[in-house]
T-cell receptor, first 115, second 114 residues
Framework: NAGVTQTPKFQVLKTGQSMTLQCAQD?????MYWYRQDPGMGLRLIYYSASEGTTDKGEVPNGYNVSRLNKREFSLRLESAAPSQTSVYFC??????????????FGPGTRLTVT | DQQVKQNSPSLSVQEGRISILNCDYT??????FLWYKKYPAEGPTFLISISSIKDKNEDGRFTVFLNKSAKHLSLHIVPSQPGDSAVYFCAATIYTGTASKLTFGTGTRLQVTL
């Protein structure tokens, strides 16, 4: 039982390049989330998916797209990376069928640097 | 507009003493509050939570207190241990009916000294 896994762990991009961050969970959770963490700013919600086939914007969605590929997987895409997107990205999941959706379980993070 | 605030960026406490971490919020619609603990190079891990209809929740060495009238919550750790040294995030959520969107504070770095 791996929980929430994220790939890659580290990535360096040049401005304008694109990439996809992958996230998978094996807890049969309905909801999945993408956050970014910047120094002194806590974690901010980028996008979330309440269930398979649905996605919604969070607090800071500009410059990102997401895909809920199936119940297990939720990917985050940067189409044209900018230095302002240098951050640590966390994926999280919550909400098994028999529990309320409050507690979120986080992956280990992807540290992204855009030069 | 920061809806969840942790005004102390850092706190240092001696081993065995009580650690008190504070959090203030502005949105009265929040229905659940959570504390997460984060070690360097790891994701946050859930620690303890409290519903907005309660004023206290206890789990071993950890107790969370909620004062709704003051829009304030606190996390007490007794006794503090060196392994508690980490960054602690306060978070609040509003359940949308399909998912809970967490709003995080900026974190407090706790250092437990010997």
């Amino acid at each position: 039982n791996a929980g929430v896994t994220q790939t890659p762990k580290f990535q360096v991009l040049k401005t304008g390049q694109s990439m996809t961050l992958q996230c998978a969970q094996d807890m049969n959770h309905n909801s999945m989330y993408w956050y970014r963490q910047d120094p002194g700013m806590g974690l901010r919600l980028i996008y979330y998916s309440a269930s398979e086939g649905t996605t919604d914007k969070g607090e800071v969605p500009n410059g990102y797209n997401v895909s809920r590929l199936n119940k297990r997987e939720f990917s985050l895409r940067l189409e044209s990376a900018a230095p302002s997107q240098t951050s640590v990205y966390f994926c999280a999941s919550s909400g098994a069928l028999d529990e309320r959706d409050y507690e979120q379980y986080f992956g280990p993070g992807t540290r992204l640097t855009v030069t | 507009d920061q809806q969840v605030k942790q005004n102390s960026p850092s706190l240092s406490v001696q081993e065995g003493r009580i650690s008190i971490l504070n959090c203030d919020y502005t949105n009265s619609m929040f229905d659940y509050f959570l504390w997460y603990k984060k070690y360097p190079a790891e994701g946050p891990t859930f620690l303890i939570s409290i519903s907005s209809i309660k004023d206290k929740n206890e789990d071993g060495r950890f107790t969370v207190f909620l004062n709704k009238s003051a829009k304030h919550l606190s996390l007490h750790i007794v006794p503090s241990q060196p392994g508690d040294s980490a960054v602690y995030f306060c978070a609040a959520t509003i359940y949308t009916g399909t998912a809970s969107k967490l709003t995080f504070g900026t974190g407090t770095r706790l250092q437990v000294t010997l």
